[in-house]
């Protein structure tokens, strides 16, 4: 007996089960934001020319500021989506106690673990891939190599070309390259796996690849941005407009001992140098922080340099986003209804049209008090618990014709234990 084929989804709808989905779970949609976005357009519009710039070459950054609740994740998610459409590799980092931002070896290994596109995530090797196909496909073009010996031959001095400026202050990933170029070629498979982990400063890659590839020693702290700069070589050789790369919750660096404090803050200086001196063309920095990050006695007033270059000036209320920081105001009622008529709008593209009787702007309203007031009434602690919340009433609207949302929903937070994230439960009313 045969089964018969699901109806196939358009994109548009496909997109929307997607966004729903996520909100299910409490989590960021993965695409389509813009859908969901309230509040944004001016920050969204200083990120896009940003990215034009990188586009052309240069290299930017931008410090997100903002308490939680305001809104960071959901701009960051917003920004690399944002670079994926106008053809940017992105990768998303989260700082923490295992990833510091002084050990930079471990940040390039989560950029290079975290590659995405807009087809597939884990994208090194499909980056890499690109990049030799289309030294291939420019060579035989123009009529080099008329065999297969001639043709490889040639796309190695490519390599060695393409990657010269790297290569005068370290010939070790033109040589993993090349290795990994002709372990494929050979059928060699693992080796070439070898390669591409040693190119992502994987640990644990054998002596074996680093003789064959004449390579000594790996990837540490002191190279790891010459080889991010390699990296981003390789990406717009396989014709994409740059990377972009999102290091979140950098507030975490706080809590280090002072030394190790100070000498990540001391790598911020670094890169955003790095970037001015334009050494690192076609590579934008998106950071995330909370408001202590910059205004606290261990965040980055702590090192002056730092802070003299990424320092904001705030003397009305009009903020400017051009500055070195976005600073994003809390989260707010009337932010929160405007973001649930448009999950409305996104459940009627995903299934049916909603009864917007029973969803009402009035039933929408009261459903956000009950809740906030269960959380100090915090409307900027919600938003995810909400979102989570309205899906499950969106769908027994539409499973059952007699469910009166305004009648039946009152908000129980026992089905949340377990769940709450830290700064949700420091805020939650107990009731006894």
């Known amino acids: 007996m045969s089964t018969p084929e699901p109806d196939r989804m358009d994109r548009g709808r496909l997109e929307s089960v997607n ?27 200083v990120i896009a020319k940003q990215l034009d710039y990188v586009t052309q070459g240069g290299g930017d950054a931008k410090f997100i500021r903002g308490e939680y609740g305001s809104g960071k994740t959901f701009l960051v998610a917003r920004s690399l989506e944002m670079a994926r459409t106008k053809g940017f590799i992105t990768s998303h980092v989260v700082i923490s106690s295992a990833t510091p931002v002084h050990k930079l070896r471990g940040v390039y290994q989560q950029i290079c673990a975290n590659l995405r596109t807009n087809e597939e995530e884990h994208a090194l090797k499909t980056v890499v891939d690109t990049w030799l196909f289309s030294i291939e496909e420019r060579l035989l073009s123009v009529g080099t190599g008329t065999d297969d010996a001639a043709l490889e031959a040639a796309t190695e001095r490519e390599i060695e070309t393409a990657l010269s400026g790297i290569s005068a202050l370290n010939s070790a990933l033109a040589a993993a390259l ?3 170029y002709r372990a494929n070629n050979a059928g060699d498979f693992p080796l070439a796996q070898s390669a591409l982990g040693w190119i992502a400063a ?14 000594r ?4 702290d002191t190279i790891a941005l010459l080889f991010l700069r390699g990296l981003v070589s390789v990406i717009h050789g396989a014709r994409y407009s740059g ?3 999102a290091v979140d919750e ?15 803050y001391q790598t911020l200086v670094q890169i955003i140098d790095a970037l001015d001196r334009g050494e690192m063309p076609r590579c934008y920095f998106l950071f ?4 202590a990050l910059f205004e606290g006695s261990r965040g980055i007033r702590s090192v002056p340099p730092l802070f003299d270059r990424i320092n904001v000036i705030q003397s009305d209320e009009f903020k400017n986003p051009r500055q070195p920081q976005i600073i994003l105001a809390k989260f707010d009622t009337a932010k929160l209804e405007q973001v649930a008529l448009r999950v409305v709008d996104v459940y009627a593209r995903a299934y049916t049209e ?19 007031t269960r959380f100090g009434g915090r409307v900027d602690i919600i938003p995810r618990i909400f979102l989570k919340e309205f899906v499950d009433i969106l769908d027994k609207c539409e499973l059952y014709e007699d469910y009166q949302p305004q009648d039946a929903y009152d908000f129980d937070s026992e089905h949340l234990k377990g769940e709450l994230k830290k700064e949700e439960e420091s805020v939650m009313v107990v009731r006894f």
């Open 354 to 372: 909603p009864d917007r009787e029973r969803i009402s702007h009035r039933f929408i309203r009261a459903m956000i008090k009950k809740i906030t």
């Open 178 to 180: 090349r290795t990994y």
């Open 19 to 45: 966004i729903i989905n996520a909100l299910r779970r409490g989590t960021v949609p993965a695409g389509g934001l813009e859908r969901i976005a309230v509040g944004l357009d001016v920050e969204e519009g």
């Open 243 to 245: 990377l972009a790369i």
């Open 217 to 220: 020693g790996d990837i540490d």
């Open 202 to 215: 994987e640990p644990n890659i054998g002596r074996d690849f680093k003789q064959k590839a004449g390579i």
């Open 250 to 264: 950098l507030e975490t660096t706080q809590g280090l001992q002072r030394s190790q404090r100070e000498k990540g």
């Open 288 to 291: 995330t922080g909370t408001p």
